[in-house]
């Protein structure tokens, strides 16, 4: 029988189905870290049972952790309380912890990536919604909470009910200034916060194929803010030419053996989705989101929609505007910006601050703005310095932090002060999300920086030279 | 985490009818520094509940001695966004063993089913007669029977059916939870995992 993508790599996971229950899944790899982790330990000490597979299971230090003067020691007890948590938690159960200070710290999200951890056909789970994004790369990876991080913990599997399957294709060619970023927020207006749930997507078409992992990473990132449980693309040269090499990768012949495999994962001609979506991608134009969640956004030269031409109630689209200060037939073109951050799991790789720093190249950053431009690991911060970013982003009057969520969540020092407007190239507008009160607008790294160099929301292409 | 068995479950309800209430709502990042699972509760919808200053806005329904109860009724699409299950437990701490929506986010939901809440997703004409209900009487009782799947507005006799998957629900009639099950079934798994393709 015809397979999608999903299809094959789920069904091979499957350790036992249970009649009207959930599948039983096996999870080839595990990802923690310091928030959602610390109870589950917690829960396997009180059952008194251990870690089944702990080499399968790796820790990073990323939502609590500073971003400057990482060498001190961390300021606020209740942070320090659960870094030091995930240290002794990770040695007493004889799991890898890149903690902070360590070579391979970073975002979660990030360092799977970079050290091979994350591969082609590999179930991946991690207690933090952005898992998804790792399905850049044909895996299933999806957030779990943290009864669950507990259940991987002690049998490397979770119990799932099989989702639905959405196909999501777009073709043709983006348009100057329009961003992997700006695709994901463009497919987001269009299916709501609410959309995809209770779907896995499969991205589709050219613009994918078309695209660096890099950015299929971030479209993968943001399925869960469309309420995916996921997003995948299938592997292809693309991937492989990413996934050779690293740390974790297969090696020599277990490599030719995984190369077969990663080969197989791809959907059959005649397979079935349940739900299937095309759009054009030419008519994609650079984003922005002006309401308190991802679905609220909008083409950057567009005005705020009226309630009347939104999916929703009116009370609660009202409540959006007024909590962020805006108004129905409002352009957001020369809003006020005061913050710009440019991290986060899903804009914080090394091409976002290529792209940030291709446009902040030769100006200055406005006085009135703050920017915080945070990269996503240590490896990212490396390349910024060798490529010579640095160097253009110190001329313009930008500097590096180190890596970190940061201002995404604003769990640690990094939060936008109340009533205060961010052009944010983080994953998540809700209200406070990035600080009480803070009031937040999605963007790709391109709006970011026409935001940080102008001070006000502008349109990136009005500042690409090359555009005719 | 072992929680209480859930049977029936009859109690007035805290009607929110607002759309897409994420999880950053129901418990913000900042509460989710702890190490254990206590005290949750207080934190619960904490900046639409207090003011800067830690006073209650007396807008908030939290706020608002005249609604009271076990059970919690929100609007479409609830429990969006992060899969913190911090905000569970928050829910679940405060004192509500059962939330209604007409349509809930996914791992919001799995992680309720995980901790002891109940959520009941009903239809939009349903949800909308339960918040006309509570509008009408605060003092209005629901009744949601587990063994049954169905909710009933006591008053009217008004009911619906709805789902769950017949392995949560015995879960939850028995207060058990899926790594009881995991364990039993360990060799399986490590059979399982010596012959994966990778």
């Known amino acids: ?468 | 985490m072992a929680y209480d068995k859930f049977e029936i479950l009859r109690s007035t309800a805290v009607p929110l009818p607002i759309e897409n209430i994420d999880t950053d709502q129901i418990i913000p990042a900042r509460f989710l520094k702890a190490t254990e699972r206590v005290g949750f509760g207080d934190n619960l919808f904490r900046d639409w509940r207090y003011n800067a200053d830690n006073t209650p806005k007396a807008d908030f329904v939290l706020n608002n001695p005249v609604y009271s109860g076990k059970i919690l009724v929100g609007g479409k699409n609830f429990g969006s966004g992060s899969s913190r299950e911090h905000a569970a437990w928050a829910v679940y701490d405060y004192g509500f063993r059962c939330v209604v929506s007409s349509f809930f986010a996914d791992i919001f939901r799995n992680n309720c089913l995980n901790v002891g809440v109940l959520p009941v997703q009903v239809s939009p004409e349903f949800a909308e007669k339960i918040f006309a209900a509570i509008h009408a009487d605060p003092e209005t009782e629901l009744e949601v029977n587990l063994s049954a799947q169905t909710i009933t507005l006591l008053k009217t006799g008004e009911k619906e059916a709805f789902d769950i998957s017949p392995y949560k629900k015995d879960n939850m009639l028995n207060g058990f939870d899926d790594i009881d099950y995991l364990q039993s079934i360990k060799g399986e798994i490590e059979e399982f995992a010596a012959n994966l393709p990778l």
Request: with cysteine; glycine share 10%; charged share 20%.
């Open chain 1, 1 to 468: 029988m015809s397979k999608t993508l999903f299809d094959k790599v789920w069904d091979t996971h499957v350790v036992r189905k249970i009649e009207g229950g959930p599948d039983v899944l096996f999870i080839d790899r595990h990802l923690i870290h310091e928030v959602t982790s610390p109870v589950a330990f917690l829960g396997l000490k009180t059952r008194g049972i251990s870690v089944l597979y702990p080499d399968r299971t790796f820790a990073t230090a990323d939502h609590n952790t500073p971003t400057i003067n990482q060498h001190l020691p961390v300021a606020d007890p209740l942070s320090a309380n659960q870094l030091d948590a995930l240290e002794s938690n990770s040695k007493e159960y004889g799991i890898s912890y890149w903690g902070l200070g360590h070579q391979k710290n970073g975002i979660v999200h990030v360092v799977g990536p970079e050290y091979g951890i994350t591969q082609p056909g590999a179930t991946i789970v991690c207690g933090d919604s952005h898992t998804s994004t790792h399905g850049a790369f044909g895996a299933i990876a999806f957030g779990i909470g943290t009864s669950e991080v507990e259940m991987v913990l002690a049998n490397q599997c979770i119990m799932q009910p099989k989702p639905k399957k959405m196909r999501i294709n777009v073709n043709g060619k983006l348009g100057v200034g329009v961003t992997p970023k700006d695709v994901a927020l463009f497919i987001i207006s269009k299916l709501t916060t609410s959309g995809a749930t209770g779907y896995f997507v499969e991205y589709a078409g050219d613009v994918f194929e078309n695209m660096s992992m890099e950015g299929r990473m971030t479209v993968c990132n943001l399925s869960i803010e469309m309420g995916a449980r996921g997003g995948m693309i299938a592997p292809d040269e693309t991937t492989i030419n990413y996934v050779k090499g690293r740390e974790f990768s297969p090696k020599g012949e277990a490599w030719d053996k995984a190369l077969a495999y990663y080969k197989t994962l791809k959907t059959d001609a005649d397979a079935v989705f349940d739900k299937e979506l095309t759009f054009d991608g030419s008519a994609i134009e650079p984003m922005i989101t002006y309401g308190t969640n991802p679905g609220m956004g909008m083409g950057i030269s567009h005005d705020i929609p009226d309630a009347a031409q939104v999916e929703g109630g009116a009370a609660t689209y009202e409540k959006s505007l007024n909590y962020m200060g805006f108004h129905e037939g409002d352009s957001m073109i020369g809003k006020p910006v005061d913050f710009v951050f440019v991290g986060s799991c899903t804009n914080g790789r090394i091409e976002d601050f290529r792209a940030f720093t291709s446009l902040v190249k030769g100006r200055h950053k406005a006085d009135n703005v703050t920017a915080w431009l945070v990269p996503g690991s240590h490896i990212v911060e490396s390349q910024i310095k060798e490529e010579g970013l640095l160097d253009i982003l110190t001329e313009a009057g930008f500097s590096l932090r180190q890596p970190g969520c940061s201002a995404c969540l604003a769990m640690n020092d990094d939060k936008v002060p109340a009533g205060k407007y961010a052009v944010s190239t983080s994953n998540r507008n809700f209200e406070g999300r990035q600080g009480p009160g803070a009031r937040t607008m999605l963007a790709s790294p391109l709006v970011a920086a026409a935001a940080a160099v102008t001070g006000v929301v502008t349109d990136p292409r009005t500042l690409i030279e090359e555009l005719v």
